[in-house]
């Protein structure tokens, strides 16, 4: 259902979510996150509960801002990405298209996210690239 720039489906567990157009994109933002206005994000990107998404950040298409989730300002997160719940992405960094960041995962200041990259719960990425097809995984 659509009412004014709210829109409300039925989740897996059978519960209603609610979630409001952005006003620049349209991606759907949780009425418990914040997206500062001069944000993009786009019309099939998704920000969770809990999420901040700082000014002139650019969210691709079908891109997923888990909860918790803190970017700063002057941001690109390419078009599919996943970033994964309590992670943080500062200030100018870049996260490649394809790209699947995992819980609590930290990218630095200006550092890159290669596309299609996979970066492992808990790791830090500081003005390094993460390359095509990288595990960060650290074997047990």
Known sequence: MTRAGRVEFENDL??????????N??????PRAFVEP??????????????????RT???????IDQGVAVGADVVIGTNVHVGRGSTIRD?????????????VRIGRSARVAPDSIVADDTVVRGRRAHRGDDFDVAA
């Not at 001069?38 to 000014?55: D, K, L, N, P, Q």
């Not at 100018?92 to 609590?104: D, F, I, K, N």
């Open 92 to 104: 100018e960094a870049h996260v490649g298209a394809g790209s699947r960041l995992g819980r609590g």
């Open 58 to 64: 650019t969210v691709g298409a079908g891109s997923w």
């Open 14 to 23: 059978g519960e209603t979510v609610v979630y409001v157009r952005h006003p």
């Open 25 to 30: 994109g349209e991606g759907l933002v949780s």
């Open 38 to 55: 001069s944000a993009r994000i786009a019309r099939t990107a998704y920000v969770e509960e809990g999420a901040r998404v700082g000014a």
